[in-house]
T-cell receptor
Framework: AQSVTQPDIHITVSEGASLELRCNYSYGATPYLFWYVQSPGQGLQLLLKYFSGDTLVQGIKGFEAEFKRSQSSFNLRKPSVHWSDAAEYFCFMTTDSWGKLQFGAGTQVVVTP | DTEVTQTPKHLVMGMTNKKSLKCEQHMGHRAMYWYKQKAKKPPELMFVYSYEKLSINESVPSRFSPECPNSSLLNLHLHALQPEDSALYLC???????????FGPGTRLLVL
């Protein structure tokens, strides 16, 4: 069965420190993977996506993610977080055969001074 | 322009009311989606339209009735809702099914 797992429900990070959010997927072939960010009460903003090709993907706001087929992972990273990065982050998967859409449970990021 | 607009921003309705949520995009996208999101949870897919035809209905109760009058517009008609239907309702669109989805800001619905 297809699934997306975000193991960390909540992460606290100091401003200026690096951030890594984990996402693992389960699917028999290569999925389409996305990271979205949601500020409180807002819609979802696309940070980056992976369909195929280069496994290191650059996104907006200084984020990047790396697709690792061997680990079934698509982890999101940022070298230095800003207070404005505090938000909920969702990993999302679709497939080329229009399988079921899957959101991860989300990771709440808190940024401390 | 990757903007999806939703109206209204907020809606309060009683359990006997009939109301509608509206979603619009002018990106030429041919797939449009309705999601429901409860607090601290990921969005849950409700309906998907592809080329103005309903493609997916995720076993949503009939008190929610989607409509896609044209390729730019998506409505969600609400009738006889329950308090547990209170949530953020998100609309999204994509070029075609399975492509990158762009989300609107959502409608915050409160059912009393």
């Amino acid at each position: 069965a297809q699934s997306v797992t975000q193991p960390d429900i909540h992460i606290t990070v100091s401003e200026g420190a690096s951030l890594e959010l984990r996402c693992n997927y389960s699917y028999g072939a290569t999925p389409y993977l996305f990271w979205y960010v949601q500020s409180p009460g807002q819609g979802l903003q696309l940070l980056l996506k992976y369909f195929s090709g280069d496994t290191l993907v650059q996104g907006i706001k200084g984020f990047e993610a790396e697709f690792k087929r061997s680990q079934s992972s698509f982890n999101l990273r940022k070298p230095s977080v800003h207070w404005s990065d505090a938000a909920e982050y969702f990993c999302f998967m679709t497939t080329d055969s229009w399988g079921k859409l899957q959101f991860g449970a989300g990771t709440q990021v808190v940024v401390t001074p | 322009d990757t903007e999806v607009t939703q109206t209204p921003k907020h809606l309060v309705m009683g359990m006997t009311n009939k109301k509608s949520l509206k979603c619009e995009q002018h990106m030429g996208h041919r797939a449009m989606y309705w999601y429901k999101q409860k607090a601290k949870k990921p969005p849950e897919l409700m309906f998907v339209y592809s080329y103005e035809k309903l493609s997916i209905n995720e076993s949503v109760p009939s008190r929610f009735s989607p409509e896609c009058p044209n390729s730019s517009l998506l409505n969600l008609h609400l009738h006889a809702l329950q308090p547990e239907d209170s949530a953020l309702y998100l609309c999204a669109s994509s070029q075609t099914l399975g492509e990158t989805q762009y989300f609107g800001p959502g409608t915050r619905l409160l059912v009393l």
